[in-house]
Structure formats: structure tokens, C-alpha cells
């Protein structure tokens, strides 16, 4: 996800367009062809929940569309501290800090607690936001081989034992559906008196006591000093949050400059965000049935031959297809047979490692897991027949 990489794409036979969705959920139309949609984050299905919506409706009409400024400014409304009260006490922080996007905790928090002369250790498939935020600090950034301690340690060891130390990652990555090791991060991070830095983004909703996330299925949730997230896909809203001690999410408000220099979230998807989380916390079922759904598409695309990168836990499953151009076609033979899953293909993934990405929602049947699983008995037979 370099650069460098990106902008080659624009002239490249990988360049990406817009596609146009005619319908959202579970179910989606899309250029004329009404599919099983297995590409959202959208987990658990609660972007089209009726109390979901009807939170953001309340919300609407009393706070109108738009926050109106940003959030040290007048855009901070009750609906955002009450908010903000919730995730600190489920996820176990002093307090949190409500974001534009996920993209923008990311880098508030990032900016916030990284100073030019501190050594930033991470792992090399963290997300864009990540990058981006380390790179804009002007700190030493280190990338350790994905998921890889050794190297993280070999890249602590070489800093200087009075340099502040930063190990930053994600928590579940995407693309992959691997999830960090967070327990051994905790241990390094506490050897090296390092500050750690977990963006939960694929985590929150779906993973751990509560859906609290990685780290909290780790136990390690309370040595994680800046928990990130974002309401924008297991909570089917839009925004993003920060939680952590007092005097770090301090720090987030007085320097994160994509925290303070943006208009604050605007105030229904707040309240959606908000509804989510107790829907969540009350209803466990939704995301076990939504877990069992990627174990058995796992297991039988297992058995059909298909490798499968990433873990069970995990709310997303990359099917590894190899190179571009089979990838591309493999998608076009799924919404052959009404699935929608597009390919991935580099820079998002690295050459030769093009994938199918499916997420599984609480809200598919079974009949729609069938149906995804024959689909791609079919995309082998198209591969087996060439
Ligand atoms: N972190 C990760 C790991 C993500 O995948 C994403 C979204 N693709 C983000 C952060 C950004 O979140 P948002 O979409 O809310 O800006």
C-alpha cells in the first residue's frame, strides 16, 4: 500500500473504478444483477437494523444533518459524551474521543503521541491510515515482517534504551483475516516500555467477550494504551474513536490534528454508533451466527481445495487466487452465480497474492452460505476446464 504503488495503478491495466450499487444489505443490486453481497463490513448487519436507523432518525431530528463545527468548537453535543462514556466503559478506558472516520482516529491518534524523536515500531501490512499517520510524525518508522515478534524485537533492540518506543498495528488485518499477536506485543511493549497502539477497526463488534475486540480476547485489553476504532463496519454507521488513559486522549484533543481540524461527527451517526454498541453487548447471537457462517464457508472451501489465508476468527476470509487477471475473472464467474465478492488485487495485496475477500453477515441464511459455497465449486470447475 505504497505510494509509490498507488499511483503506478493509475496507468496500469489494474486501475480501479466506481461501481455503482443500486441497493445496500445482505442483498445488493449492482450494475442491473441483484446478488448476495459477501464484500461489506457490515457484519452484523446492523447498518439496515430498524433500531439502528431509528436512532439516527431521533438523532436527525433533533440535532439536524450536520454537526456545524468542529468539536472543540460547538460539535461536540451530549449525543457525542454520552457516546463517548459508553465506549470508554465497555472497552475498559478512562475515557474516548469521537472521530470523523476511522481514518481520521487513526491519524489523531498516530500524530498525537509520536514525536520526531521517538523510534515507531509496526507491522509492514498495517493499514493505509497507519502508514500515513507514522509517516507524517517524521519519527524512525520500522516495519517488522507481518505479524512477525522476532523482527519486532530485533527493531526494539536497535533503538536507543532512552528513545521512546512505539508498537503500532492492526488488530485484525483485512486484507488477510490474520489477527496480530497481540499477547507477545503486550510482553514486548512492556519489556521495551513501549506505548502500544492497536487499531481495532475489524476487531470491534465481532471478536472477543462483548465483540471488545483482539485485545480484549487476548486479555491483554489493558495494556493496550490507545485502543482505535471505527463505527463504520461492524457497527454499520460511520465515524471513528480513540480510547485510552486521560492524559493520552488529552493529548488527542490538543494535537490530533484530523480530530480538531474536522467537523465533528455529525450527530445521527453518533446515535447509530451508540445503538449499535448496546444492540452488540445484549445480543451476542448476532455475531456468533454470523462466526459460524465463516467456519463453514471456511471448512468447505477448505475441502475444495482452495487456500485460505488468516484464521477462523477472523470476520473476513481472503481466498487466495494468485494472479490479477484470474482473480478479476474469478469474481466475474461468482456474480455469475449471484455472488457478489470482488477481486483484490495489488497494491491493496502484494503481486501474485490476488484474492477473493468474502464477509460472511449476521444477516445471510443459510441457504445464502450454500450458495456461496457452490459458487466456487463453479469457479474451479471454470479453472479446471481451461
Ligand atoms: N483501519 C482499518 C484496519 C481499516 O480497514 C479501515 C477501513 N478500511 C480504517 C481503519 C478506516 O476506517 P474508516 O472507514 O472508518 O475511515
Keep these: 500500500m505504497n505510494r509509490a504503488a498507488d499511483s503506478a495503478s493509475l496507468d496500469s491495466d489494474l486501475h480501479r473504478a466506481l461501481r455503482t450499487v443500486e441497493s445496500s444489505g445482505s442483498r445488493i443490486r449492482i450494475d442491473g444483477r441483484d446478488l448476495l453481497n459477501f464484500a461489506s463490513n457490515d457484519y452484523l448487519g ?52 469521537i472521530a470523523p472516520s476511522g481514518f481520521a482516529a487513526n491519524c489523531a491518534a498516530i500524530t498525537a503521541v509520536v514525536g520526531e524523536q521517538d523510534v515507531v515500531v509496526a507491522d509492514q501490512r498495517n493499514h493505509a491510515s497507519l502508514i500515513d499517520a507514522c509517516r507524517a510524525t517524521n519519527a524512525r518508522v520500522r516495519h517488522y515482517r507481518h505479524g512477525d515478534v522476532d523482527h519486532a524485537r530485533a527493531l526494539l533492540e536497535r533503538a536507543e534504551s532512552d528513545q521512546p ?88 484533543i490538543n494535537r490530533g490534528r484530523s480530530f480538531i481540524y474536522s ?71 461468482l456474480a455469475d452465480h449471484g455472488i457478489h465478492a470482488p477481486a483484490i488485487r495489488p497494491p491493496t495485496v502484494r503481486p501474485g497474492t490476488s484474492r477473493i475477500r468474502l464477509a460472511p453477515m449476521a444477516t445471510h441464511s443459510a441457504d445464502d452460505v450454500r450458495q456461496v459455497v457452490q459458487a466456487f465449486a463453479n469457479v474451479r470447475q471454470d479453472v479446471a476446464s481451461e
Design 165 to 252: 518506543k512505539r508498537i503500532v498495528t492492526d488488530a485484525v488485518f483485512s486484507m488477510d483475516g490474520t489477527i496480530a499477536p497481540l499477547v507477545e506485543l503486550a510482553r514486548l511493549a512492556e519489556e521495551f516500555d513501549a506505548m502500544l497502539i492497536v487499531d481495532e477497526a475489524h476487531g470491534t463488534g465481532v471478536i472477543g467477550p462483548e465483540g471488545r475486540g483482539a485485545s480484549a480476547a487476548g486479555h491483554i485489553d489493558a495494556r493496550v494504551d490507545l485502543h482505535i476504532g471505527t463505527f463504520s463496519k461492524a457497527l454499520g454507521a460511520q465515524g471513528g474513536f480513540i480510547a485510552g488513559s486521560q492524559a493520552l486522549i488529552d493529548r488527542v
Design 263 to 333: 467537523t465533528a461527527l455529525t450527530p445521527a451517526m453518533v446515535a447509530a454508533a451508540l445503538q449499535a454498541v448496546t444492540i452488540i453487548r445484549s445480543e451476542p447471537e448476532r455475531n456468533e451466527r454470523r462466526a459460524e457462517h465463516v467456519r463453514q464457508i471456511r471448512a468447505a472451501l477448505g475441502a475444495q481445495g482452495w487456500t485460505i489465508e488468516g484464521v477462523d476468527e477472523a470476520p473476513m476470509i481472503a481466498v487466495i487466487i494468485g494472479e490479477a487477471d484470474h482473480a478479476v475473472r474469478a469474481a466475474s464467474t
Design 46 to 97: 446492523l447498518a439496515h437494523d430498524a433500531r439502528v436507523i431509528e436512532a439516527a432518525q431521533h438523532a436527525l431530528l433533533t440535532w439536524g444533518t450536520g454537526a456545524g463545527a468542529s468539536s472543540l468548537v460547538t460539535g461536540w453535543t451530549s449525543l457525542h459524551q454520552q457516546c463517548a462514556e459508553t465506549l470508554a466503559d465497555w472497552l475498559g478506558y478512562d475515557t474516548a474521543v
